[in-house]
T-cell receptor
């Protein structure tokens, strides 16, 4: 199946630092999504991006949909301890009938924030 | 309370013994999906359903079956589990099949097959 390459795999940062992670794909996506998973829970949607070039913010989070439609990044500014968790990118494949409901996730970035 | 529920939360079983993991949502959502999560591989989609009686394969459907006889339920069936199906499984649902990405995830089912 399709693969998304997400990097870095893990990050260890100090509270207050900014964080950046990204995803790349060999295929074009219609939509890019960013999720966060807290320990022991299911992922929760943070940001959804619908158009190439789109830049969207949600509080301290900012995400962009790459112009080529093959990449996206997520930035977290002024990190705090509760930002700890696993962050996943995900893409919805290009419109094409059977693939419409199919989502592909990246491998995840494990974020640790030291107080 | 709006939620996606999964049962059981934890299951240890033996190779070849058929099992079903149930998933139910109380939000009248059209779209439902199953994922498995493995270290270093992220979430991989097993099957999804755009509506009642409409199901389709995700990226890793081998060894799994699903059914969608009612809108609220989407059980995952392992007819003959094998150790490589040991994983953390998540069910998710979304209001509209047109926006499958705005998904609510269940709490997860940790399955161990020995």
């Amino acid at each position: 199946g399709q693969q998304l390459n997400q990097s870095p795999q893990s990050m260890f940062i100090q509270e207050g630092e900014d964080v950046s992670m990204n995803c790349t794909s060999s295929s074009i996506f219609n939509t890019w999504l960013w999720y966060k998973q807290d320990p022991g829970e299911g992922p929760v949607l943070l940001i959804a991006l619908y158009k190439a070039g789109e830049l969207t913010s949600n509080g301290r989070l900012t995400a962009q949909f790459g112009i080529t439609r093959k990449d996206s990044f997520l930035n977290i500014s002024a990190s705090i301890p509760s930002d700890v968790g696993i962050y996943f990118c995900a893409g919805q494949l290009s419109a094409g009938g059977t693939s419409y409901g199919k989502l592909t996730f990246g491998q995840g970035t494990i974020l640790t924030v030291h107080p | 309370e709006a939620q996606v529920t999964q049962n059981p939360r934890y299951l240890i079983t033996v190779t070849g013994k058929k099992l079903t993991v149930t998933c139910s949502q109380n939000m009248n959502h059209e779209y439902m999906s199953w994922y498995r999560q493995d270290p270093g591989l992220g979430l991989r989609q097993i099957y999804y359903s755009m509506n009642v009686e409409v199901t389709d394969k995700g990226d890793v459907p081998e060894g799994y079956k699903v059914s969608r006889k009612e809108k609220r339920n989407f059980p995952l069936i392992l007819e003959s589990p094998s150790p490589n199906q040991t994983s953390l499984y998540f069910c998710a649902s979304s209001l509209s099949s047109r926006v499958p990405y705005e998904q609510y995830f269940g709490p997860g089912t940790r399955l161990t097959v020995t």
